[in-house]
């Protein structure tokens, strides 16, 4: 297997420089000279040829993804602000129900203390006007026992 590898080696190494040392034509001093190499100038073309084109598309690849970047971030930036104007939208709504469920329980309390109060005044009126029958029952008994005693005293002065 070594000798095969060596020997493979060898008629490479041969084959390459045999083609470099003899040019096809023409004299040869030693350099390289691309003039004698009919198919560089047609490769070189071609090479700068394939060489611009790969560069345009590829400016062209990175315009189209940083356009698609972009406009990804102008939707993520377009759904962060949604988010945060429905967040707002959320809070203020839910501030203003608190508000009116606050003015709600203030109102109930307050017609419930005025209730109370009306239903206290009521009872005193109530009370004060049974205080009053009371007496006045209580003035016209007297009154009454007062007049029999004095009528009791005029017949018994009288007989």
Do not use: F
């Not at 129900?97 to 005044?121: F, G, N, P």
């Not at 006007?129 to 009791?152: H, L, M, V, Y």
Request: charged share 50%.
């Amino acid at each position: 297997m070594t000798k095969k590898l060596i020997l493979l080696s060898c008629a490479t190494a041969i084959l390459a420089v045999g083609c470099v040392v003899v040019p096809d034509e023409g004299y040869y001093d030693g350099r390289y000279e691309p003039r004698y190499d009919r198919r560089y100038d047609d490769d070189h073309r071609r090479y700068d040829n394939d060489r611009q084109r790969w560069e345009y598309q590829q400016g062209k690849n990175r315009v189209e993804l940083e356009r698609r970047k972009r406009e990804l971030e102008r939707r993520e930036w377009e759904q962060k602000r949604q988010q945060q104007l429905q967040q707002q939208r959320y809070e203020q709504e839910r501030q203003r129900l608190a508000e009116q469920r606050k003015r709600l329980s203030e109102q109930q309390r307050k017609q419930l203390e005025q209730k109370r109060k009306q239903q206290i005044e009521a009872k005193q009126k109530k009370r004060e006007e049974a205080r009053k029958r009371w007496q006045q029952q209580r003035d016209a008994q007297q009154k009454r026992w007062q007049e029999n005693r004095k009528d009791r005293e005029q017949r018994r002065d009288r007989d």
